[in-house]
T-cell receptor, first 115, second 114 residues
Framework: AQSVAQPEDQVNVAEGNPLTVKCTYS??????LFWYVQYPNRGLQFLLKYITGDNLVKGSYGFEAEFNKSQTSFHLKKPSALVSDSALYFCAVRDLNFGNEKLTFGTGTRLTIIP | DAGVIQSPRHEVTEMGQEVTLRCKPISGHDYLFWYRQTMMRGLELLIY????????DSGMPEDRFSAKMPNASFSTLKIQPSEPRDSAVYFC????????????FGSGTQLSVL
């Protein structure tokens, strides 16, 4: 079975500081990994994905994520946080060997950027 | 393209009533997913379709829930009878293909069962 864990329910960061939102995953085969963001009263929006290749993936709005196979992690990062980055962030995983298109989401991390 | 369109945006109903949620996926997308979001359980996959055919409904909580996709441009999620514990935000999402494609989410339906 595939699963993903987001160990922090809430992350607070001062504006201009670097931010990290943590994610670890568990799959039996090779993972496809995704980050999505949800703004209030909206559906989830795609930020970035890792399929294969470079471990550092760049996405929308200046976000990037680093795939670490040995630590089974896929942390979301941004060098300088903006107040507008405040939102709910979800990590998600698909198991390439699992044979279907199911995308399993984490429980989400609420990111608050403090002006 | 207008994106994934869900209706209604908000639904308030009484326990025991039938509820029907609607979704129009993005044209050309072969996959359609129904998710439920609650504070306690996060985002749960209920069912997904490929080319209008249900592929995996193992996430459907119980027989009170049913989903259909009569054509490529329309899907419904029905709850009959509804219960207060069904209160949640229900999202529909579509995707061009499977595996490594991103999902496009609708704005969701906020369901409150009194």
């Amino acid at each position: 079975a595939q699963s993903v864990a987001q160990p922090e329910d809430q992350v607070n960061v001062a504006e201009g500081n670097p931010l990290t939102v943590k994610c670890t995953y568990s799959v039996s085969g090779n993972p496809y990994l995704f980050w999505y963001v949800q703004y209030p009263n909206r559906g989830l929006q795609f930020l970035l994905k890792y399929i294969t290749g470079d471990n550092l993936v760049k996405g929308s709005y200046g976000f990037e994520a680093e795939f670490n196979k040995s630590q089974t992690s896929f942390h979301l990062k941004k060098p300088s946080a903006l107040v507008s980055d405040s939102a709910l962030y979800f990590c998600a995983v698909r198991d390439l060997n699992f044979g279907n298109e199911k995308l399993t989401f984490g429980t989400g991390t609420r990111l608050t950027i403090i002006p | 393209d207008a994106g994934v369109i869900q209706s209604p945006r908000h639904e308030v109903t009484e326990m025991g009533q039938e509820v029907t949620l609607r979704c129009k996926p993005i044209s050309g997308h072969d996959y359609l997913f129904w998710y439920r979001q609650t504070m306690m359980r996060g985002l749960e996959l209920l069912i997904y379709f490929n080319n209008n055919v249900p592929i995996d409904d193992s996430g459907m909580p119980e027989d009170r829930f049913s989903a259909k996709m009569p054509n490529a441009s329309f899907s419904t999620l029905k709850i009959q009878p509804s219960e207060p514990r069904d209160s949640a935000v229900y999202f529909c999402a579509s995707s061009p293909t499977g595996y490594n494609e991103k999902l496009f989410f609708g704005s969701g339906t906020q369901l409150s069962v009194l």
